[in-house]
């Protein structure tokens, strides 16, 4: 039986990424150390993503990811497929909470921006739907247009104005979202730290010297101008997150400062939100979003730590929340993924799962 797609996004959902089984890192390291060959290392992934897909349907899930086992980084290797764009080692990572230093590894601008129709990411889409063969809703994943205005990527000799690389990024991603669509997406995920950056106190990851006011209206307009014109049974959501490393995090602040601008005019079609700790603030910001608008999907089970949290407080949390946002608008979901880089967080594999299935158990109770 297959799912309708017009419930996504899910009341039971989640952000996309799963943690990487042993021999998925095993794979990797030989394949980097020269044991292996690319199609030896797509094996592994291959069956792995296999076995992933039935373990969520298994757990009640409606919607199914490819765990993102085919990635190393949430973001970075979309964007380095790109044209105009490359990857490298910088000389230093980012620096999350107690000092955690991410891996170095970035993308920067080499050229003029625009999709390449060869991008890896389509093929992948299309073995991996084939895989779920209708049994769910086969949900992608990329990181959002917005992530490209991180500090240090745009190359100002190439772009000396800020507006013409968001022409050529929007145009990027409209193609992108098009050859996706072409492919069989029907459920796509913007993965976007930079916009939840955009209301913490001190913009992270920022270098353009430009006011907060500015940057949040461009963010809109670029998300905007993405979605015009999409094919209307294309479902597409936001996932804000404030950095997701090995349990670690980057930055804290409420959505209140993006609130009136962003989660009011997005034209998405539901917001995965980040609420599992103070870091978040309260659900007051949640008012901006318009009544019978995007479903917005509470992030208030924690992927960055096993613990089960305790179900009537979760129950009180999403009760709090339809204050602001209708009951029937609201759905459920970890606050990000489990695994946002091929690290992962500091939990099991079982209690990833209990997570997940907690979250469907629940869904089921509230709704």
């Not at 490819?66 to 620096?95: A, C, K, Q, S």
């Not at 979605?227 to 980057?250: F, I, M």
Request: contains cysteine; aromatic residues 10%; glycine residues 8%.
């Amino acid at each position: 039986m297959s799912v309708t797609l017009t419930k996504a996004p899910f009341k039971a959902d989640h952000v996309g990424s799963l943690l990487r089984p042993d021999n998925l890192h095993e794979a990797r390291q030989d394949f980097k150390d020269g044991k292996i060959t690319a199609a030896q290392l797509r094996e592994v992934e291959t069956k792995e993503i296999k076995r992933i897909v039935d373990k969520q349907i298994e757990v009640g899930l409606n919607l199914v990811t490819d765990g993102e086992f085919r990635r190393t980084w949430w973001h970075l290797d979309f964007l380095e497929h790109l044209n105009g764009l490359e990857g490298y080692v910088p000389d230093t990572g980012y620096l999350f909470q107690g000092g955690v230093e991410t891996e170095r590894y970035n993308v920067r601008n080499t050229g003029k921006i625009s999709f390449n129709p060869d991008h890896p990411f389509i093929k992948d889409f299309i073995e991996f739907n084939q895989i779920v063969d209708g049994r769910a809703v086969a949900k992608q994943t990329i990181p959002s247009p917005n992530q490209l205005f991180n500090a240090g990527i745009r190359d100002e000799s190439i772009y000396p104005d800020i507006e013409d690389f968001a022409a050529d990024v929007i145009q990027a991603y409209r193609d992108a979202l098009q050859a996706f669509y072409e492919a069989g997406v029907r459920y796509l995920q913007l993965d976007d730290v930079y916009i939840a950056g955009l209301s913490a106190p001190d913009i992270p990851f920022n270098d353009t010297g430009l006011s907060r006011e500015y940057l949040i209206d461009l963010a809109l307009r670029v998300v905007n101008g993405v979605l015009e014109g999409k094919p209307d049974d294309l479902k597409v959501t936001t996932h804000l997150c404030r950095g997701n490393y090995q349990s670690t995090w980057a930055f804290e602040g409420s959505y209140a400062l993006i609130a009136p601008t962003l989660l009011a005019k997005e034209k998405v079609n539901g917001f995965f939100l980040e609420y599992d700790d103070e870091r978040s603030g309260d659900f007051k910001p949640l008012q901006h979003i318009p009544k019978g608008g995007p479903q917005v999907v509470l992030g208030v089970v924690t992927s960055k730590f096993g613990e089960l949290e305790d179900k009537e407080k979760i129950k009180a949390r999403v009760k709090e929340a339809s204050n602001y946002v209708p009951l029937e608008q609201l759905c459920l979901s970890p606050q990000c993924g489990f695994a946002s880089t091929h690290h992962g967080n500091k939990l099991t594999e079982e209690q990833q799962w209990e997570k997940l299935k907690f979250i469907v158990d629940l869904s089921k109770e509230i709704w």
